[in-house]
């Protein structure tokens, strides 16, 4: 029997950058064994923008029916990875529950951890992480840096949807191969 790899999306309000990342994963994932899912730090039942549905109707993906959830803030530890879309996110989750520190990384900072750091064939990926990411510096558990940060692009024109869209393939890319690495 396989074993899923769990992993949450979190923005702020689970209306544009989590969800199309959740949705860019499941489309990247094809039948790899992992589990997108995707909150907001303050979510309130709301749709994607129209805006947003259109880019994601270019990208092949349905957001149509798309409505905001909230980060279950007591189930944190369920998942095998948490990746906020910001630093400032993954501080608010690390508050929240300090266990989860060695599963949480920023969206671009984890795509860029697994460069060094590829899951073994076996290894569940949430214990792996326990075993291997716990002793991380600040920086590298928050991200160092603004680049660390994937850009809100709501209330902005369909441009700056694809940039943040093409920002999140290139490392959901990334991610995919450092925890599946092809044989």
Sequence with gaps: MTS???VLFVCTANECRSPFAEALGR???GDLPIIFESAGIDAWRRPTP???RLHAHERGIDLDHHLSRTVPW???AVYDVLLPLTRA???ELLAADASVRSRLFTVKQFARWLADHRRPRRAA???WLDAVAADRSRAELLG???ADDVADPIG???EEWRAMSAELDSALSAILVGLFPPR
Excluded: K, T, Y
Aim: no cysteine; glycine share 8%.
């Design 50 to 52: 129209d805006v947003g």
């Design 27 to 29: 489309q990247q994932a």
């Design 4 to 6: 899923f790899a769990r």
């Design 144 to 146: 160092a840096s603004v």
């Design 156 to 158: 902005r024109p369909i």
């Design 125 to 127: 990926v949430g214990p």
């Design 89 to 91: 996110h993954a501080r």
């Design 74 to 76: 007591d189930d944190l």
